[in-house]
């Protein structure tokens, strides 16, 4: 069982700043690229910034020079730094892993999993 946990997330003020970090846990043989997601109210989920297990990044265009994206593969851990926010980045933010999880028979084939959410509210 593999199981993704996220915290950070709350209320800060425009222009504020808050860092995210999500853990994996459980049998994992190998995690490939991780990655940050958000979803505002009646708008679809997006990508916000992933990471690949090279450590190459890639930014939605709304968030580059403001959020920062790292991994610390020691402690199967993603993290977002998110700096100079503002209310549209209001959502809740998910995280999502691709990895190979361990079975009986061995280790599966890359599947995504994602983490249940954190709420990151934006406001004066």
């Known amino acids: 069982q593999v199981q993704l946990v996220e915290s950070g997330g709350g209320l800060v003020q425009p222009g504020g700043s808050l860092r995210l970090s999500c853990a994996a846990s459980?049998?994992?043989?190998?995690?490939?690229?991780m990655g940050w997601y958000r979803q505002a109210p009646g708008k679809q989920r997006e990508v916000v910034a992933t990471?690949?297990?090279?450590?190459?990044?890639n930014y939605a265009d709304s968030v580059k020079g403001r959020f920062t994206i790292s991994r610390d593969n020691a402690k199967n851990t993603v993290y977002l730094q998110m700096n100079s926010l503002k209310p549209e980045d209001t959502a809740v933010y998910y995280c999502?892993?691709?990895?190979?999880?361990?079975?009986?028979?061995?280790?599966?084939?890359?599947?995504?999993?994602w983490g249940q959410g954190t709420q990151v509210t934006v406001s004066s």
């Open positions: 459980g049998s994992i043989f190998r995690i490939n690229a």
């Open positions: 990471i690949t297990s090279g450590e190459s990044t």
């Open positions: 999502n892993a691709n990895l190979r999880a361990i079975a009986i028979i061995g280790p599966l084939p890359p599947s995504d999993y």
